[in-house]
């Protein structure tokens, strides 16, 4: 973001931003915000480390546990187009307050359920919900803070992001360790009950209310359509290898680019009819949102996609306990949260421009060291104690990539698209991380074969890791590009 853009776009901002002054509502109303996604992410990540107890304790099958974990996400993915532009029709802080509501209530339904059935309803419920707070968040710090405020809310928003993912595996352990009053895996959703009502006391005095310059009508076949297109996208790719890519994953993908299609031809009519499309048309012509909207699209491949293959080669092949599993992924953490909080500094050491780029170089050569690493000590004890320190320089690039990119992504967008712009890059982002999943579970179990071995195990991350080198390299070579001067259109 050029300092021209940032000026910008402070003054784009201002217009909508009441009497909040220029530094926005302040530390308190920063926090609220940021817990909705913190709990939103963190729920993704943490029930992984639970599904072992879960099927022990409720019978499940294995495709009921994948509906678990698959249910929530699809839920996500599908809603957070259609839950922007409620926060742009209805008012941000009341569909943010709404959302977390409904997440802590379906929080509390999943840690009370008493069989699978209802912890799977519980759990698309919970994604629902999630879908409609996320994106808000978003579009609350685009309007609510300017200038260096702005950047710095941006930064701790991706920092949560990342804390909330890379502290999922060490919560969830310790929770399940610690069997406080007998709840076991219980206790990784029943925690988000009390971080929700303090959040949902505080919202209405800590956040405030913003301008709200959206339509008053919803565009339900718009809501219909992007909803089948992201399905048809996700589910294959959650479900489709643990079923053996069977007729309708193949069917389901084959209908996405159709359903997608059909959804921006409506877009574009509708917008010439003088409606109000879920996705306005000159949101998508913006060439720099665009390009972010790669940039992202390439990074989040690699992202969850870390965390799924790392806790696989930590647990099944170096037969470490979820604990000892989690207390290995803080050094990624401890990485992640030293370069997000350098983000400033780091930032005017490349001349004002976010070092995403450098950081993602820094990502790319710690998963080359720590393919060597792995390569070195298959199955060796010693493995992990040379995993350690590589894991902080792993997370030292995520953080420097990942915090600074929304506001790259979202920056100078005019406020009448913050919610909708929010909730593309939020959809990117989850059908990223699904994708990466789901090509990663490839690599990592076809490597693996029918009889894993410390050996096996071993050469199936280091496959992993080469992909997520790829990975790695696309986003700076990407954000090069992305960053060229591009005349931007005025809405």
Request: charged content about 10%; hydrophobic content about 55%; aromatic content about 8%.
């Amino acid at each position: 973001m050029t300092p021209s853009n940032t000026a910008a776009s402070a003054a784009s901002l201002s217009s909508s931003m009441g009497s909040q002054g220029a530094s926005g509502p302040g530390r308190l109303g920063l926090w609220v915000m940021l817990s909705g996604t913190f709990l939103v992410v963190l729920d993704f990540f943490i029930v992984n480390v639970a599904l072992p107890s879960m099927q022990r304790e409720l019978h499940a099958d294995a495709a009921t546990l994948q509906l678990v974990v698959a249910g929530y996400g699809l839920a996500t993915a599908a809603g957070l187009v259609t839950g922007g532009r409620l926060g742009d029709m209805f008012g941000r802080r009341r569909m943010f307050t709404l959302g977390l509501l409904l997440f802590t209530l379906a929080s509390a339904a999943c840690g009370l359920a008493p069989d699978a059935g209802l912890l799977v309803a519980a759990r698309v419920l919970q994604g629902l919900a999630g879908a409609l707070l996320q994106p808000q968040v978003l579009a609350m710090i685009g309007l609510a803070y300017t200038g260096e405020h702005r950047a710095r809310a941006f930064a701790a928003y991706g920092l949560t992001l990342g804390l909330g993912a890379t502290l999922g595996q060490l919560v969830g352990g310790v929770l399940i360790h610690a069997d406080l009053a007998g709840l076991g895996w219980r206790s990784c959703f029943l925690i988000n009950v009390p971080i929700g009502l303090l959040a949902l006391v505080l919202a209405p005095r800590a956040v405030p209310p913003l301008a709200n310059p959206g339509s008053s009508r919803l565009d339900l076949p718009g809501v219909l359509l992007v909803a089948a297109g992201s399905v048809t996208v996700v589910l294959p790719l959650v479900e489709g290898r643990e079923q053996g890519w069977p007729l309708w994953s193949g069917l389901c993908l084959a209908a996405a680019l159709p359903l997608l299609g059909a959804f921006a031809l409506q877009q574009r009519r509708l917008a010439s009819r003088g409606g109000a499309p879920l996705v306005a048309p000159e949101l998508l012509a913006d060439r720099r949102f665009v390009a972010g909207l790669f940039t992202t699209l390439a990074f989040y491949l690699g992202n969850a996609s870390l965390y799924f293959v790392l806790a696989l080669y930590l647990q099944q092949g170096l037969a470490l306990d979820p604990l000892a599993s989690g207390t290995v992924f803080t050094s990624l953490a401890v990485g992640f949260f030293a370069t997000s909080m350098a983000g400033a500094r780091l930032a005017r050491r490349f001349g004002g421009k976010p070092p995403i780029a450098t950081g993602a170089l820094v990502l790319a050569a710690g998963h080359a060291l720590q393919l060597v690493n792995v390569a070195g000590w298959p199955g060796h004890s010693h493995v992990v104690a040379w995993m350690v320190p590589l894991l902080f320089v792993q997370g030292a690039g995520l953080g420097m990539v990942m915090a600074p990119l929304v506001s790259t992504v979202l920056a100078g967008l005019p406020p009448q698209h913050a919610g909708v712009a929010s909730g593309v890059l939020s959809m990117v982002q989850q059908a990223s991380n699904a994708l990466g999943v789901a090509l990663i579970g490839i690599l990592f179990y076809g490597r693996l074969g029918h009889a894993p071995d410390a050996a096996g195990y071993a050469g199936a991350f280091g496959l992993a890791l080469a992909y997520l080198m790829v990975s790695a390299l696309a986003v700076a070579l990407l954000h090069r590009r992305a960053s060229r001067p591009v005349p931007r259109r005025q809405a």
